[in-house]
């Protein structure tokens, strides 16, 4: 499994049901936990004062992570993702016990 660096920005589009919103949004904190117990959501955080998330996510590849992972939320439709693949760094202080 890969670790990839996600950041979403989602945008609502004008005249959406606001009951259809608040549908998703629910639905979207129940997968968020279930991807979280499955190991795929690793951490997630929302900049200070803005609407979009960086997380730490894990798939296969990037083909894998954009279509069974990302494209399984709910608010997925409505949402543009930046996606980078990360790989271990020689001085991590996790791998490097000094």
Not at 10 to 20: C, M, Q, R, S, V
Not at 35 to 48: C, V
Not at 59 to 83: F, K, Q, Y
Request: aromatic share 8%; net charge negative.
């Amino acid at each position: 499994m890969k670790d990839f660096l996600v950041t979403i920005t989602t945008t609502i589009p004008d005249g959406t049901d606001p009951a259809e919103v608040d549908r998703r949004r629910a639905a979207e904190k129940v997968r968020a936990r279930e991807l979280a117990a499955t190991g795929r959501l690793y951490r997630i955080w929302r900049p200070a004062g803005e609407k979009r998330s960086i997380g730490i996510w894990r798939g296969e590849d990037e083909a894998d992570l954009r279509g069974n992972v990302l494209g399984t939320l709910p608010l997925w439709p409505w949402m543009s993702a930046e996606i980078v693949e990360l790989e271990s760094h020689p001085n991590d202080p996790v791998l490097n016990q000094w």
